[in-house]
C-alpha cells in the first residue's frame, strides 16, 4: 500500500536522529575520559558548551535534527490521515531524508560548510514542495466537497 510507504522514510530518519545521539555521546564520553571535567566545567550553559568544544560537531548536528525535520515529522500524520501520501509524496520524502544524511555526514566527517549548505537547501526545497503539495492537495479536496454539497443542496 503507498499510503503507508511514507513510513520508511520516516523510520529512516528516526534511525538517523539515533545515530547521530550515539555518536555524540560516544565522542563526549572519549572527552571527558581524555580531559576530565573540572567542577566549574558544567556550571552554566557556557561553561559545558567550552568544556565541549573539541567535540561539539554531534551535537550541533543532533539539534540541527530538531529543527527542518520537524516539519517532516509533522508532515507525515497529516499526509496519513488525509490519505495523500502518494508516490511523489514518498519520492520526496525519501529525497528529503537523503538530504539529511548527507547533511548529517557532511556535518559530522567532511566539515565542511559550502557542500553541507547545499544538502541543507536542497532539504529546504524538498519540504517545501511536499508542503505544497499537500496544501494544494487540500485546497482541490475542498473544493471538490464544496461543488459537491452545491450539487445535493442543488437536489434536495
Known amino acids: 500500500m503507498i499510503l503507508l ?6 523510520f529512516a530518519l528516526v534511525l538517523l536522529v539515533f545515530v547521530i545521539a550515539v555518536t555524540m555521546m560516544v565522542r563526549r564520553t572519549a572527552h571527558m575520559q581524555r580531559v576530565p571535567p573540572g567542577a566549574g566545567d558544567f556550571v552554566s550553559r557556557a561553561a559545558a ?10 551535537a550541533n548536528n543532533f539539534a540541527s535534527l530538531f ?11 497529516l499526509l496519513l490521515i488525509t ?12 529525497l528529503f531524508v537523503l538530504t539529511r544524511f548527507g ?7 567532511i566539515r565542511r560548510v559550502p557542500p553541507r549548505f547545499f544538502a541543507f537547501l ?11 503539495g499537500f496544501f494544494v492537495d487540500m485546497v482541490a479536496a475542498a473544493v471538490a466537497y464544496h461543488h459537491a454539497m452545491n450539487t445535493i443542496g442543488a437536489q434536495l
Do not use: C, K
Request: charged share 5%.
Open 122 to 132: 536542497a532539504g529546504v526545497v524538498i519540504l517545501a514542495i511536499m508542503w505544497v
Open 67 to 77: 529543527e527542518l525535520p520537524l516539519l517532516f515529522v509533522a508532515l507525515v500524520p
Open 49 to 58: 558548551d567550552s568544556y565541549f568544544a573539541p567535540v561539539d560537531l554531534p
Open 103 to 109: 547533511h548529517s555526514y557532511l556535518h559530522i566527517v
Open 83 to 94: 490519505r495523500s501520501a502518494g508516490v511523489v509524496q514518498v519520492v520526496l520524502a525519501w
Open 5 to 10: 510507504n511514507i513510513l520508511w522514510p520516516t
